[in-house]
């Protein structure tokens, strides 16, 4: 077991609430290893062809994030374990805070040119001086 895998205890949480199998089509490969296949790659921020084989082929991690994604699945799992971990007493709401300033940078900014523009010493690599 990884450090990125689920633990039996969050793993009896959160199975109830996922799709079952389909009733046409293949059947679904074991949605434990998947979902332990998809943190690794977020928690990584690994590309998803970079995946460990002990999770299963990439794609079925990449087909079923997006599939769980465009249906809501992701959406309706967080609402439920939001829901449980509040009825549980363990969401501090007093203390939650929505932020949405946002800045807008400049292209001058990020110091990214034009490939044509640009010269030896202007690498990608660039340095943060303030």
């Known amino acids: 077991m990884s450090r990125t895998d689920l633990t039996e205890k969050q793993w009896r949480q959160l199975e109830p609430h996922l799709p079952s199998n389909p009733h046409h089509g293949h059947v679904y490969v074991e949605h434990r290893h998947v979902i332990n296949g998809i943190l690794w790659r977020l928690r990584t921020g690994a590309r998803w062809r970079d995946i460990p084989s002990r999770y299963g082929l990439w794609q079925t991690c990449y087909d079923r994030f997006v599939r769980w994604s465009r249906n809501g699945t992701w959406q309706r799992l967080l609402k439920v374990m939001q829901a449980a ?29 034009d490939r044509r523009q640009m010269r030896a010493e202007d690498s990608p690599t660039f340095k943060v001086t303030y």
């Open 85 to 113: 971990a509040d009825e549980a007493g363990l969401v501090d709401w007093n203390g939650a805070a929505l932020d949405a300033t946002h800045i807008k940078a400049n292209i001058s900014t990020t110091r990214v040119y």
